[in-house]
């Protein structure tokens, strides 16, 4: 189950650097470089059979030199082989998610108010409208190019909820070569906090994943999300951990 998680998330960065033109695909791991975008600035996909000290080292000096990004994102088992020669380097756990799983016909459906509705990301301008929602939801840079580059495939779908005619949150799923659906980039804009818009995304994007036949559903939740995620039946696995390089001021 935790690497059914973490290869939905893998395999989403994986296409979005390629969309984006900015994957680096290392012997050792992968990466998404931007300048414009802090969304997905990650390393990730670490090989576990690598020199760990080594492979660390050579990232952490590629970090120093602006060349990678200051984010490795690993499952909790492989971050428990890493955490040591990470420390030793001077990484330090930034953030931490709950993966979590569903499967679909366990799902019970909150039924949506009527002051709801849901658009789907079809064109340039949708996309920026999404990237704003996302940006102020999650208090970093999300590029609206980016997120248009990701139109047009049938594995994605992306959608705007609205309440009472203003756009006031988001999210996306990427189905994977695995028939895994993965929720990801669920938000609401600031003052929209507190209303259940969350639970309503999550609704309607579990709905998709129905109609289009898939039999799980993966996520990675923040502590804030996850008591949304588990009322509507997802089950806890094993957390993601991102570090960071503690830079010298």
């Known amino acids: 189950k935790e690497q059914s998680i973490i290869n939905n998330l893998y395999e989403f960065w994986h296409y979005v650097g390629k969309k984006s033109g900015k994957l680096i695909i290392n012997t050792n791991f992968q990466a998404i470089m931007l300048a414009g975008s802090d969304w997905p600035k ?11 000290s080594t492979l660390i080292k050579e990232i952490a000096g590629e970090i120093k030199q602006q060349k990678l990004p200051n984010a490795i994102t690993l499952t909790e088992s492989v971050a ?9 380097e001077g990484f330090l756990p930034s953030i931490k998610q709950q993966g979590m799983i569903i499967k679909l016909s366990d799902f019970n459906p909150v039924e949506a108010d009527k002051t709801y509705r849901f658009t789907l990301i079809e064109n340039n301008n949708d996309a920026d409208m999404f990237a704003v929602i996302a940006s102020q939801s999650f208090q970093y840079r999300v590029d609206g190019a980016i997120v248009s580059s990701l139109l ?20 996306l799923i990427f189905y994977d070569k695995s028939e895994f659906a993965g929720l990801h980039m669920i938000g609401t804009l600031p003052q929209f906090r507190g209303k259940g818009f969350a639970t309503i995304m999550t609704n309607k994007l579990l709905e998709e994943c129905i109609k289009d036949t898939k039999e799980y559903c993966v996520l990675h939740a923040s502590a804030a999300g996850e008591p949304i995620y588990s009322r509507l039946g997802f089950e806890r696995v094993k957390e993601v951990i991102t570090y960071s390089l503690k830079m010298n001021s």
């Open 42 to 52: 990650k390393i990730f996909k670490l090989k576990e059979m690598a020199n760990k």
């Open 80 to 88: 428990q082989d890493f955490s040591e020669v990470l420390l030793e």
């Open 152 to 171: 047009n495939n049938k594995d994605i779908k992306m959608f705007i909820g609205w309440y009472e005619d203003i756009p006031g949150f988001c999210g």
